[in-house]
């Protein structure tokens, strides 16, 4: 049964130089020939299920006009909402507004995600994003104001020339936002991005690593739980709708470049507006054996700390996750994964090399 729905704005006032998502300046017209199409996209894909979390990503959804935002909800008044549907909307500092607040407050919105990325200049300017902490201090106190109590800032670590006192300052200035949930990326240098085609050379893994452990430490020390690998937040305040993926359940994807898992299939679409426009949404799709899909349960669910539910895994598979995976003892014997009675989780020592306990399982099953 499909709980969840993931709807990809693609338009940003500007572009910053390490992005490789699905995103384009925004523009009126473009905006209004994208959202009939998102529209036939829905009404042809939906199947009326009642939805437990929906997520506006982006690009940058706060890019669109107040008018554009309305015709974006009435759109999606077609998705049924349960009574406790996490409904959230990711909002970029320069183009968010009262009245945009309030209207996403006024449709149901209960979530915020702001891309803070960083407080310092330097790296603002690296990453080329439009603002300063005085403007992410101002706006962080508005979404409050305005009703938000479940928000999320997005911080980002490991930019060349960073320093481990760049990144406590930066943490400082994050934790005095007072907000419940912090996401945390360290920096890919992508091929197509201006950082790629400079050939900008990502920092050691060495200090990437230290990077990682500060975060850890500090987010801790503030009650912040380490909840997934690249997660954090208050008790209460988990990301619902991030936690479908980690579970491998099932999601809807809309939009240019968005994807999706559909009973067993797994999609993604295409990335060309005139093929979006035209009604061409999928680019690709792979159909998921039942070998796979245990695989994926294993490795997305060891990206969280309360890992893979030994219950769960019979419940979906019918069958032990031990009688699948046998090498999950000898794991456990050395101390890579944690045994409980419920469930096996990598113990926070080794979250950093999680990519390589997980590939382990990788190819395992007959
Ligand atoms: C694609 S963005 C969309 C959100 C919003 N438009 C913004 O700019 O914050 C989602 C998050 O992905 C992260 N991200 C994007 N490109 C990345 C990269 N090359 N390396 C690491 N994180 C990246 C950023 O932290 C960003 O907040
Ligand atoms: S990081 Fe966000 S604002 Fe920057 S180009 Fe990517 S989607 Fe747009």
Not at 140 to 166: C, H, R, W
Not at 307 to 322: R, W
């Amino acid at each position: 049964m499909v709980r969840s729905c993931y709807i990809h704005i693609p338009f940003c006032s500007h572009i910053c130089s390490y992005c490789d998502f699905s995103k384009m300046y925004y523009h009126p017209d473009w905006c209004n020939r994208y959202l009939t199409a998102l529209e036939k996209e829905i009404e042809q894909n939906y199947q009326k299920e009642v939805l437990e979390t929906i997520y506006i990503g982006g690009g940058t959804p706060s890019s669109l006009s107040v008018e554009e935002l309305n015709r974006l909800f009435q759109i999606l008044e077609k998705l049924k909402r349960s009574r406790n549907c996490e409904f959230t909307v990711e909002c970029n500092v320069e183009n968010i507004t009262k009245e945009k607040l309030e209207l996403f407050l006024k449709k149901g919105v209960n979530r915020i995600s702001i891309g803070v990325q960083s407080a310092n200049p330097k790296i603002l300017d690296f990453l080329e994003r439009p603002y300063r902490k005085e403007e992410i201090k101002r706006i962080i106190s508005l979404v409050k104001e305005v009703g938000f109590s479940n928000i999320n800032v997005d911080l980002m670590y490991a930019i060349p020339g960073q320093t481990l006192n760049d990144l406590e300052n930066d943490l400082d200035f994050f934790l005095n936002l007072n907000v419940p949930h912090i996401s945390t990326y360290s920096l890919m240098i992508e091929n197509h991005t201006k950082l790629g085609n400079q050939k900008v050379e990502a920092i050691k893994e060495e200090l990437d690593y230290e990077m990682y452990q500060k975060i850890h430490k500090k987010l801790e020390e503030f009650s912040y739980e380490h909840y997934e690998i690249s997660n954090f937040g208050k008790i209460g305040y988990f990301s619902k709708h991030n936690l479908t993926y980690w579970k491998n359940l099932k999601y809807y994807g809309f939009g240019l470049g968005a994807s999706g898992f559909l009973s067993n299939i797994r999609y993604t679409n295409t990335k060309q507006f005139q093929n979006y426009e035209q009604g061409n949404f999928r680019n690709f799709e792979e159909k998921i054996s039942k070998k796979v899909d245990m695989e994926n349960e294993i490795m997305l669910g060891l990206r969280t700390m309360e890992g893979i539910s030994k219950i769960e895994f019979i419940h979906k598979f019918g069958q032990k996750l031990e009688d699948v995976f046998p090498m999950i003892q000898k794991l456990v014997k050395e101390k890579k994964l944690l045994e409980t009675k419920e469930n096996y989780r990598i113990p926070f020592s080794y979250w950093y090399l999680s990519n390589e306990i997980i590939i382990y399982f990788i190819g395992e099953v007959e």
